[in-house]
């Protein structure tokens, strides 16, 4: 397996008497969009800040490409692009003018990138034109085409889908998947747009005052939460009954209308051997489904519960008093 491409041990960020950041383990595999969700003041900012040498650590250490970040940051964020919070640009100049005064500061291929990183993020044709008259979305794009202006593996974004409307939402998802399943970069990307985090990213941490509650895959965050088949038939108290009796059925819950939510397996299998019984047994059945909870609702179990869930992290001390 090749080693995390970031990597933290107990990070942490402080300041005064408040925890912004407390003892984080996070480990970003290589070649993956990674999604780094909670709300707001849960400390995402200040940890990129962190991963970005932009702020120092209280203790613990932030390492990026293996390399520790507060020790030796050119070589850690060699091959690394950023964007965090809203990017600023020099608003008299054009879009490509600010990726040059950029680029100068870079190595002597990134110039040369400029045509390139302005056709991914789609401002090509509005490259000539002065900053001052983008509008938001354009602002957040032409922040992405600066961040690849370095060629990076790793692309560390902070809410970069902020202000982008439906349709700018869509083209950054394809745009940030290019990244990662074209061109094999790994996007770390900060949000609170649950929905979107769902679609785009392969992996999420959720963070909550400054503290990791759980990290993994999206399947294994989405399958921890509650799966089953849900079915609409006609006689839901007998079906009630049918499925209580099933095999592999581990509890039975009412939904709205006529539906039923058989908890436990997911499969055709589990669908088919539902979908007999209910026949079977008289019922009509009117459509069968599998059924997950969303990204969304996992998020808001686990920030409203005390106790982080499994996943290898520690329970954490108790919250900061504020004052
Ligand atoms: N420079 C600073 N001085 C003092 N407190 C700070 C500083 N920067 C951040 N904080 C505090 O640290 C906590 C985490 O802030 P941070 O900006 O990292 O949150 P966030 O998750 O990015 O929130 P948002 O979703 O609103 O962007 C907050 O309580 C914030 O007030
Ligand atoms: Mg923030």
């Known amino acids: 397996m090749t ?41 995402k900012t200040t940890l990129i800040r962190m991963l970005l040498a932009l702020a120092r650590p209280s203790s613990g250490t932030a390492r990026v490409r ?28 054009t879009g490509r003018q600010n990726l040059e005064a950029w680029a100068a500061l870079l190595d002597r291929d990134a110039r040369a990138r400029i045509p390139a990183v302005l056709a991914r993020v789609g ?37 970069p889908s902020n202000g982008l409307d439906p349709a700018g939402m869509a083209e950054f998802r394809e745009m940030i998947r290019g990244l990662v399943d074209q ?6 990307l900060s949000s609170h747009l649950l929905d979107e985090v769902q679609r785009i990213c392969d992996a999420v941490a959720i963070v909550n005052h400054g503290t990791v509650m759980v990290q993994g895959s999206m399947r294994e965050l989405i399958e921890a ?23 592999g059925v581990t509890a039975v819950r009412n939904r709205a209308g006529s539906r ?5 397996s997911t499969t055709r299998e589990a669908a088919m051997g539902i979908t ?34 499994s996943g290898g992290m520690p329970p954490p001390p108790p919250a900061p008093v504020a004052g």
């Open 3 to 43: 080693p995390p491409i970031i990597e933290t041990e107990s990070l942490t960020k402080r300041f005064g008497q408040r925890f912004a950041v407390r003892e984080v383990a996070l480990s970003v595999p290589a070649g993956t969009c990674f999604g780094f969700l909670g709300p707001n003041g849960a400390g």
């Open 66 to 93: 293996g390399v520790d970040v507060a020790a030796d940051p050119v070589r850690a964020l060699r091959r690394v692009g950023g964007m965090v919070e809203e990017p600023r640009f020099y608003p008299y100049l």
């Open 123 to 159: 401002l090509e044709a509005r490259g000539g034109e002065r900053v001052s008259r983008y509008s938001l979305g354009m602002r957040q794009r032409l922040g992405v085409a600066r961040a690849l202006l370095s060629d990076p593996e790793l692309l560390i974004l902070d809410e």
């Open 183 to 188: 061109e094999g970069r790994t996007v770390f």
């Open 225 to 247: 939460g509650e799966t089953g088949i849900e079915v609409d038939c006609d006689d839901v108290g007998r079906a009630l009954g049918v499925l209580h009796g099933l095999p």
């Open 260 to 264: 039923l939510l058989a908890v436990g």
């Open 276 to 309: 007999r019984a209910l026949v079977e047994a008289g019922v009509g059945v009117a459509s069968v489904a599998k059924y997950e909870e969303s990204l969304e609702q996992r998020y808001l179990q686990i920030t409203a519960g005390a106790t982080p869930s």
